[in-house]
């Protein structure tokens, strides 16, 4: 078994005087992917802010490849090889799809830890993007918005690809096609964290799952003994 890339051990979590996550341990190895699953305020989107040094947090232990990131602001996290995608998007609505790569491939951005990503090898992932380069991300669709901050994200060559919640939003043939674009990337070798409601998604790309409720760890182990419980028994994790 690999070492793992990313090590959270104890993570705590606050919004101002609210304390959101309680004790956190989760890791992620090289080459695969984690589901980190919850209904909605289970933390699990504060929990991969907490990672990229979004919110107010504090951790025993917060290691990425071997580098103790507990103290770093988010931009060092991200030049280490963190690729991040936050469930609004935040793309440049005013900017075209090709200025919006363009910013994030700049020099200095890109961390350049994992494999480059050219525009071609981009559009051959996306080809939806390839036909509306000159788009404004604002006049795009929820899944096209999503597919265009997938591929900012992999413009700075991570090793780690962490998705916040890359269904919610978007039609299900969208779904469909962003399950099949995440499993393609986690066939070639990158890791992936990422945090679902939709059962379906995790099921379909998670090598294993942390279950999380209120903020605190409910259950934790791979994906094919979660999706067992889900299907045979009556006292879910999920429940």
């Not at 992917?33 to 504060?46: D, E, M, Q, R, Y």
């Not at 604002?138 to 780690?160: F, K």
């Amino acid at each position: 078994m690999s070492a793992p890339m990313l090590e959270v051990e104890g993570l705590d979590a606050w919004y101002g005087a609210a304390r959101i996550l309680f004790d956190l341990s989760f890791e992620v190895r090289r080459g695969e992917a984690v589901a980190l699953i919850g209904p909605n305020g289970a933390g699990k989107s504060t929990t991969l802010k907490a990672l990229m040094g979004l919110v107010r947090r504090r951790a025993r232990r917060l290691v990425f490849d071997g580098v103790d990131i507990a103290d770093l602001p988010t931009y060092r996290i991200a030049r280490l090889g963190i690729g991040y995608v936050p469930e609004d998007r935040r793309i440049f609505t005013d900017l075209t799809v090709a200025e919006n790569l363009d910013i994030a491939a700049r020099p200095g951005a890109a961390g350049g830890h994992g494999p480059a990503w050219s525009r071609e090898a981009l559009f051959d992932l996306f080809p939806n993007l390839a036909r509306m380069q000159d788009r404004r991300g604002g006049a795009m669709s929820g899944g096209e918005q999503q597919m265009l901050s997938l591929a900012r994200a992999l413009v700075s060559a991570p090793q780690l690809l962490v998705l916040d919640e890359p269904s919610e939003g978007v039609a299900p043939i969208i779904v469909e096609q962003m399950i099949d674009t995440i499993g393609a990337l986690k066939a070639s070798g990158l890791s992936i964290l990422l945090s679902e409601q939709n059962y379906a998604v995790c099921n379909s790309i998670c090598d294993r799952a942390y279950v999380i409720g209120q903020g605190e760890l409910r259950w934790s182990g791979p994906m094919a003994s979660l999706d067992e419980a889900r299907n045979h028994d009556s006292a879910s994790p999920l429940d």
